[in-house]
């Protein structure tokens, strides 16, 4: 048997141990008490009847990057303890190597075997102490990263107006729209699809956005009906960020089904001899699938982005239907990204075809003006006359909404001058095309003489 040589000992080469100052703060947890009472519970503040229900943005974002600081706080506290516990690990792991040789009688030195014993417990108290506070750490960033990320379950719309005396007129006015909207869209596709004469690329495009206007108030007017009817605001999460889905790809849908319509009448009236060519059936259907592709994948990366985002406690949507702007306006994380995406996209999907569509009439403009009859004239003008009040009246009520919201701080004004561009333009549709429109209405007139005559 022989004596452990001089530096064999633990206590000589490791020194005392000593744990990262992070543990000293951790406050002694009694037995039975939660961590909870010494850091104190976070608390949802409550909103008084008199206080408004919706917090600024700006309140909410600072919520959020303080949520995030104590987040990366806490990672930094899980890394700190876990390197630590890696260093006592190793101190424990010599500690256990000394007691085998005290335990094979490799060492007799008593003086040493009791200072060994003495750090012996004293590194295991501050293991069992540390591993308390570890589990506890992890435990609370398990905790605030579902505060984060907890999944909302519904969102709550607000609608026009809070009154209930005037629930029943928005019903009965809304209803109205609904059907004369989707009644009269469905006699413009089945007009066309009916009437040999019109199976040319301008109404092919015109059937297609009568289809996109029948989609857009459908996934916004059904909604905010049934609410009324059953005296309930609730959307769901998923149900929100769907309808916020369809009405990003109809409404973007409408300005490239639009852009190309205009290019369809620049075709007709400056090239009049290749327009067959150059509008081939071929050439439209692949129009109007590019521009579908691109607007659902626009639709889609904005819907990605919004699941990203986290709410806060007031999920209150002052608006009639679930709108991107609104619902980032509730998020409580940070939406600079989505801020920044939503004027990319309405930079292409809005400001392109808009530029495409000015281009178009400036060209058709000038192309009329070279016609030496008057008659020749007001022909050509008359071709393109339907579509340009469909486009007047499309990008003057988006215009008007923009003005408004700039101009107003109020949300239900904002929501009220919304049904310009949501609403409106899809009625408005049929008629404008019916009454300007001669074919279409010598084609309506023959439908309904037909069927007049059969009853």
Not at 355 to 365: D, K, L, Q, T
Request: with cysteine; charged share 15%; aromatic share 8%.
């Amino acid at each position: 048997m022989h004596s452990a040589p001089p530096g064999s000992h633990p206590s000589e080469r490791l020194g005392s141990p000593v744990a990262p100052s992070w543990t000293h703060e951790v406050p002694p947890l009694r037995a039975g008490e939660a961590p909870w009472r010494k850091m104190g519970r976070p608390r949802v503040r409550e909103h008084s009847e008199g206080e408004s229900r919706r917090e600024t943005k700006t309140s909410a974002s600072l919520r959020g990057q303080r949520l995030n600081d104590i987040i990366r706080l806490l990672e930094k506290c899980r890394t700190s303890a876990q390197h630590w516990l890696g260093n006592q690990s190793r101190q424990l792991g010599e500690l256990c190597l000394w007691h085998l040789q005290m335990a094979t009688g490799e060492t007799q030195d008593d003086e040493k075997s009791k200072k060994q014993a003495d750090k012996s417990g004293f590194i295991l108290d501050k293991m069992h102490s540390s591993l308390a506070a570890t589990h506890w750490v992890f435990r609370l960033i398990n905790n605030v990263e579902a505060i984060n990320q907890t999944a909302v379950s519904e969102f709550s719309l607000q609608g026009l107006t809070a009154d209930p005396a005037l629930q029943p007129l928005i019903f009965s006015l809304f209803l109205s729209i609904y059907l004369v909207t989707t009644l009269g869209n469905l006699l413009i596709i089945l007009v066309v699809s009916s009437e040999t004469h019109l199976h040319t690329p301008m109404y092919f495009f015109l059937s297609i956005l009568s289809f996109n206007d029948i989609c857009f108030s459908t996934s916004t007017i059904p909604k905010m009906l049934m609410n009324i009817r059953t005296q309930s605001r609730s959307i769901t999460y998923t149900g929100c960020l769907t309808q916020a889905g369809f009405v990003m790809i109809s409404a973007f849908l409408e300005n490239f089904l639009l852009t190309v319509m205009a290019y369809d009448r620049y075709a007709a009236i400056c090239h009049p001899l290749r327009y067959t060519v150059i509008m081939n059936p071929r050439s439209c259907v692949l129009l109007v699938l590019v521009s579908v592709l691109i607007n659902t994948a626009d639709s889609l990366l904005h819907t990605l982005m919004l699941l990203q985002l986290s709410f806060c406690t007031d999920l209150g949507i002052p608006h009639f239907f679930c709108e991107l702007a609104q619902l980032i306006k509730l998020a409580c994380s940070d939406s600079t990204i989505d801020d920044i995406l939503i004027y990319v996209s309405c930079c292409v999907c809005a400001g392109i075809p808009l530029s495409g569509i000015i281009y178009s009439y400036i060209h058709i403009v000038s192309s009329i003006l070279r016609i030496s009859s008057s008659g020749g004239k007001y022909k050509a003008f008359s071709t393109c006359g339907s579509h340009l009040s469909v486009v007047s009246l499309f990008y003057g009520a988006g215009l008007g909404v923009y003005i408004s919201s700039a101009v107003t701080d109020s949300p239900r004004k904002t929501a009220v001058a919304s049904v310009m561009y949501s609403v409106l333009p899809q009625m408005l549709n049929p008629f404008i095309y019916s009454i300007r429109n001669k074919d279409m209405k010598e084609a309506l007139r023959r439908r309904i003489t037909r069927k007049v005559s059969l009853l």
